[in-house]
């Protein structure tokens, strides 16, 4: 168990709809990450919260949000779901160090 | 051209033999460099870590980094069928906070 726990594991729904992903980091980091790992395009960096704001911001598509709440949970919100949104869904936390990176188990997603 | 190129394989060596795993990056401001290792459905774990050019050795693995060529390694010793395993690169420039560029994996396979 790494610390960081993404829930739910598995996600089935169909194109249109709109889910919720949620983590919560180890205990002690301020620092929550989104990555999305599809097979083409391997692990891509979506957006970075430090402490409740947002601090970085990659290729994440308008139709994803993120926030980070006062008990420095995360959620990420997709919304208008496509085929291609199909992908396993990773979150990482640090207390801010470039090497104290821990990634949780991710959350796939599948979209029909 | 992807910022990070890494060969997907998959690479099939004997148990006991040495694997070399290599990266490829365009991005001159690249700084930080990391080695991660992700079995089947988990998320990435940290194995090395460096800054900046030079060598790193833990236990059986060892890292270099060459600035100059834009060319990173990681080998293995004396390979177990437990290092079957995807590898990742993962790269970051001193000025993009905490936020990682990944390659996009070599899975490796020992065979007993």
């Known amino acids: 168990d790494s610390g960081v726990t993404q829930t739910p594991k598995h996600l089935i729904t169909a194109t249109g709809q709109r889910v919720t992903l949620r983590c919560s980091p180890r205990?002690?980091?301020?620092?929550v990450y989104w990555y999305q790992q599809s097979l083409d395009q391997g692990l891509q960096f979506l957006i970075q919260y430090y402490n409740g704001e947002e601090r970085a911001k990659g290729n994440i598509l308008e139709r994803f949000s993120a926030q980070q709440f006062p008990d420095l949970h995360s959620e990420l919100n997709l919304s208008s779901l496509e085929l291609g949104d199909s992908a396993l869904y990773f979150c990482?936390?640090?207390?801010?160090?470039?090497?104290?990176?821990?990634f949780g188990s991710g959350t796939r997603l599948t979209v029909v | 051209q992807k910022e990070v190129e890494q060969d997907p394989g998959p690479l099939s060596v004997p148990e006991g033999a040495i694997v070399s795993l290599n990266c490829t990056y365009s991005?001159?401001?690249?700084?930080?460099f990391m080695w991660y290792r992700q079995y089947s459905r988990k998320g990435p774990e940290l194995l090395m870590y460096t800054y900046s050019s030079g060598n790193k050795e833990d236990g059986r693995f060892t890292a270099q980094v060459d600035k100059s060529s834009k060319y990173i390694s990681l080998f293995i010793r004396d390979s177990q069928p437990s290092d079957s395993a995807t590898y990742l690169c993962a790269m970051s420039a001193s000025n993009a906070g905490n936020m990682l560029t990944f390659g996009g994996g070599t899975r490796l396979m020992v065979k007993p």
């Open positions: 991005n001159s401001a690249f700084q930080y």
């Open positions: 990482a936390s640090s207390q801010g160090q470039i090497d104290g990176y821990t």
């Open positions: 205990s002690g980091d301020l620092s």
